[in-house]
């Protein structure tokens, strides 16, 4: 019998990689904190060849979608649709009003004069300590009792004393003197 051999090889080529991924990939719309996930590739016996990666689409509006080719990491974050809007406290200028902005009273008057500042804070400083200040502090025709930390000015009459004088109560913004 005669016979001839005849060898039949069948050669790898060109044949697509195995990927799985790290599990499934589930995020709600309107996600907020970045979101990763790795993909394994495993390279069919005897192919050597270099794997190119690339996303399709390449972009979304709802999210950046990056794409690590060495490690096979995909990162997805979310979008932001505006911006932020800080509103930061600024130490308001100090607001106060007075029971009274003038006294017109005779000389050796009996009942002392009281005039009462009444403090006029925004809520949010309402904790903050407040001071008051007059200038000036005395007059020789009568005595003057200012208390700092409230505002108030009691005026008693000194025997037969005269005069007028204009007084200014201030008040320091908070942190100053």
């Given at each position: ?13 060109d044949?697509?990689?195995?990927i ?9 719309e309107?996600f ?38 060495v ?5 997805v ?11 930061n406290?600024?130490?308001?200028a100090p ?10 009273i ?66 320091p ?5």
């Amino acid at each position: 019998m005669y016979s001839v051999d005849f060898t039949l090889t069948v050669n790898a080529i060109d044949d697509l990689p195995a990927i799985s991924f790290s599990g499934d990939v589930s995020m709600d719309e309107d996600f907020a904190n970045d979101t990763s996930f790795v993909f394994t590739t495993t390279h069919p016996e005897n192919e050597e060849q270099t794997l190119v990666y690339t996303l399709s689409p390449e972009m979304v509006d709802f999210a950046t979608i990056e794409l690590d080719t060495v490690n096979g990491k995909v990162m997805v974050s979310p979008v932001s649709d505006g911006f932020a809007l800080t509103v930061n406290a600024v130490n308001d200028a100090p607001e106060f009003e007075l029971s009274q902005s003038f006294a017109n009273i005779g000389k050796n008057f009996a009942n002392p004069i009281v005039v009462s500042a009444s403090q006029m804070s925004p809520a949010n400083e309402s904790d903050q300590v407040v001071t008051y200040n007059i200038d000036p502090t005395s007059v020789s025709f009568a005595d003057i009792s200012f208390e700092s930390t409230t505002g108030q000015l009691t005026i008693t009459a000194i025997t037969d004393g005269v005069g007028s004088q204009i007084f200014t109560i201030t008040q320091p913004a908070s942190g100053s003197s």
